[in-house]
């Protein structure tokens, strides 16, 4: 990890939070990957559905796309619509198993288990492919408005890194792309861990933790910063220019002079949780 530097530090996710890569890199490289490969084209309609629901609009929001994957296809296979169709939704128990050993959730983890196993070459390829098409059609999406401003403002009172769940080459490739890296220490990606492993190596124990801040647009975010006791700030999917407005305006400052905490921080927690639902549309209205 670089070297501490400032008093404070600052970790921040990438998609959904600094750029508006979310719905595209779903709806038009994850999902179509996966009606392909998991042969879902009889009932490619529910599929999107639910694509878009476990990974946009509900607290699995920004899930690792394995788990996300396993998850998707438990809520489609009991879907009274597909079950009439009577399409064959696959249950992957080689990769539920491989997500339960631990591993680095990541291509060249999974490629290697492959090479006993498979039953898990079909998710390989899918991922594959998933990285292909976003490298092929996810470029020219600048961050959002007022994210630069507040790079600005934070990278010079704290060390700051990306810590996302995308793959790295992605990664790099759209921070320089908009003239962002420079904010950063590091970029830390899918292939590093988690982003509690992100945090733990590159702030626990260094800053204090009232000092380390992760910035988010899920709650895998805010679980991240809890398992390392530091404080978390939303951006909130859908109203993300006012979340950052917010961050520049009065987060930032309330962070730097120490009293971010307490009831600031969990009315700012409470509206995330409020924004995304657990349970689908489709069996709340049932």
């Known amino acids: 990890m670089p070297a501490k530097e400032k008093g404070f530090f600052i970790a921040i996710d990438s998609d959904g939070c600094v750029f508006d890569t979310m719905e595209i890199k779903h709806k038009e490289c994850f999902c179509p990957a996966a009606i392909k490969h998991f042969h879902l084209q009889a009932v490619s309609r529910y599929a999107r559905e639910t694509w878009e629901f476990v990974n946009l609009y509900s607290r699995q929001r920004g899930t690792n796309r394995f788990p996300a994957l396993v998850s998707v296809l438990d809520f489609l296979r009991v879907r009274p619509e597909v079950i009439v169709r009577s399409a064959a939704v696959p249950e992957l128990v080689a990769l539920r198993h491989w997500i339960g050993e631990g591993p680095k959730l990541d291509n060249p983890a999974l490629h290697q288990a492959a090479l006993c196993n498979p039953a898990l070459k079909v998710v390989l390829d899918w991922s594959a492919e998933?990285?292909?098409?976003?490298?092929?059609?996810?470029?020219?999406?600048?961050?959002?408005?007022?994210?630069?401003?507040?790079?600005?403002?934070?990278?010079?009172?704290?060390?700051?890194?990306?810590?996302s769940g995308t793959p790295l080459a992605a990664l790099h490739r759209e921070w320089k792309e908009h003239g962002l890296a420079g904010y950063v220490r590091r970029i830390a990606g899918q292939e590093d861990g988690t982003k509690t492993q992100h945090l733990t190596a590159a702030a626990q124990g260094r800053y204090p933790p009232d000092r380390i801040l992760m910035v988010g647009d899920a709650p895998g975010d805010l679980r991240a910063a809890r398992n390392v006791n530091a404080f978390f700030f939303?951006?909130?999917?859908?109203?993300?220019?006012?979340?950052?407005?917010?961050?520049?305006?009065?987060?930032?400052?309330?962070?730097?002079?120490?009293?971010?905490?307490?009831?600031?921080?969990?009315?700012?927690?409470?509206?995330?949780?409020?924004?995304?639902?657990?349970?689908?549309?489709?069996?709340?209205?049932?």
């Open 234 to 286: 939303p951006i909130l999917p859908g109203r993300e220019e006012d979340s950052w407005q917010q961050f520049c305006d009065e987060a930032l400052d309330r962070f730097l002079s120490g009293c971010y905490g307490g009831s600031y921080q969990e009315s700012l927690i409470a509206t995330l949780e409020g924004t995304l639902p657990v349970q689908p549309p489709w069996t709340r209205a049932t």
């Open 130 to 163: 998933v990285n292909e098409r976003v490298a092929d059609m996810v470029h020219g999406v600048p961050p959002f408005p007022t994210v630069r401003h507040g790079l600005e403002r934070a990278s010079s009172q704290a060390d700051m890194i990306v810590s």
